[in-house]
């Protein structure tokens, strides 16, 4: 459950992001890189990232590593 409420749209952005970073966390994958392949910024991805689960995308990389 996100941190603060997000709305559905956004839950469900960070829910195929966190899950394409379990799948693909091996394979070199940078907030950058990530942030391209759903069409988002980086800036947002990190604060999407920081609402919902209270950790930035190198700390989530680092937990699944």
């Known amino acids: 459950k996100p941190l ?10 960070y829910r195929a992001i966190y899950t394409f970073m379990i799948t ?8 950058a890189g990530t942030a ?3 069409s988002i910024t980086p800036q947002y991805l990190g604060r999407l990232l920081r609402e919902a689960c209270g950790k ?4 989530i990389l680092s937990d699944l590593r």
């Open 24 to 31: 693909n966390y091996n394979r070199g994958i940078s907030q």
């Open 4 to 13: 603060i409420p997000l709305s559905d749209r956004r839950y469900s952005l």
């Open 56 to 59: 930035t995308f190198r700390q």
């Open 36 to 38: 391209q392949d759903f």
